[in-house]
């Protein structure tokens, strides 16, 4: 049956090209990068399904995650997507041209300046945020660290960002979402379920130490 193993192969959709990112002071595509391209790729029948306006990725570093979704579902989307680090809106935008695709990014804390504005009007929200459990003040650091240091529990960042999600999402709205053990994903699951959220696992991959795991919400 190898002529069916290179069918479905061929049916993958392509890792973007990410070979300049080294050329930026951004986080690199790594494990949980891939993980969550994998999720998108496992999902990609759901979402072409919701025929997205908008799509947000928020701290989207090189960009290959929103560069992804827009190979999965094409022109008819836009994208846009957010970083508090500059390198990170320029490599974005070299992604974006590398890989034939229109990606807006945006300089901003989590989504703040897409709010009031994008008010219950993303179809799909994404966020791999930093994660990593720190020292408290780490979070405040700039630069790569940025990329990384969660804060206590690895959720001071993301703790701010679930607070903005009931308001960006539309009534069809998706938001995807890379999470570790450490971030306690059943205390996540309990905060979004009383903001009016089902959580689902769609995928999980233990790398080193970690043990990653894409969550996906959408209204009850
Ligand atoms: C784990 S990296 C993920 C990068 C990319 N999305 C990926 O999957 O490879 C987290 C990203 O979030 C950004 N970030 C951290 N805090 C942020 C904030 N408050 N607002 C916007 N972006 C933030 C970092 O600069 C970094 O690019």
């Given at each position: 049956?190898?002529?069916?193993?290179?069918?479905?192969?061929?049916?993958?959709?392509?890792?973007?090209?990410?070979?300049?990112?080294?050329?930026?002071?951004?986080?690199?595509?790594?494990?949980?990068?891939?993980?969550?391209?994998?999720?998108?790729?496992?999902?990609?029948?759901?979402?072409?399904?919701?025929?997205?306006?908008?799509?947000?990725?928020?701290?989207?570093?090189?960009?290959?995650?929103?560069?992804?979704?827009?190979?999965?579902?094409?022109?008819?989307?836009?994208?846009?997507?957010?970083?508090?680090?500059?390198?990170?809106?320029?490599?974005?935008?070299?992604?974006?041209?590398?890989?034939?695709?229109?990606?807006?990014?945006?300089?901003?804390?989590?989504?703040?300046?897409?709010?009031?504005?994008?008010?219950?009007?993303?179809?799909v929200l994404i966020f791999n945020p930093p994660y990593v459990?720190?020292?408290?003040?780490?979070?405040?650091?700039?630069?790569?660290?940025?990329?990384?240091?969660?804060?206590?529990?690895?959720?001071?960042?993301?703790?701010?960002?679930?607070?903005?999600?009931?308001?960006?999402?539309?009534?069809?709205?998706?938001?995807?979402?890379?999470?570790?053990?450490?971030?306690?994903?059943?205390?996540?699951?309990?905060?979004?379920?009383?903001?009016?959220?089902?959580?689902?696992?769609?995928?999980?991959?233990?790398?080193?130490?970690?043990?990653?795991m894409i969550l996906k919400f959408v209204r009850k």
């Amino acid at each position: 049956f190898a002529w069916l193993r290179h069918f479905k192969k061929s049916m993958e959709i392509p890792t973007p090209i990410y070979n300049h990112v080294s050329n930026y002071d951004v986080y690199e595509p790594a494990e949980d990068t891939f993980l969550l391209l994998d999720a998108l790729e496992k999902e990609q029948d759901y979402l072409k399904a919701l025929r997205p306006t908008i799509a947000l990725e928020v701290g989207c570093g090189s960009g290959v995650v929103s560069a992804f979704l827009a190979t999965i579902l094409g022109d008819s989307t836009a994208y846009f997507c957010t970083d508090r680090n500059q390198s990170a809106a320029s490599c974005c935008v070299e992604t974006s041209a590398a890989n034939h695709v229109t990606i807006n990014p945006v300089l901003t804390d989590l989504s703040t300046s897409f709010l009031p504005r994008f008010e219950h009007s993303v179809d799909v929200l994404i966020f791999n945020p930093p994660y990593v459990v720190t020292p408290p003040h780490e979070v405040e650091v700039n630069g790569i660290t940025a990329s990384w240091a969660g804060g206590v529990d690895g959720r001071q960042v993301m703790n701010r960002f679930f607070k903005q999600v009931p308001n960006l999402l539309s009534n069809r709205g998706v938001l995807y979402l890379v999470v570790i053990r450490e971030n306690k994903p059943d205390e996540i699951r309990e905060i979004f379920n009383e903001m009016g959220f089902l959580c689902e696992v769609v995928m999980t991959r233990r790398s080193g130490p970690e043990f990653l795991m894409i969550l996906k919400f959408v209204r009850k």
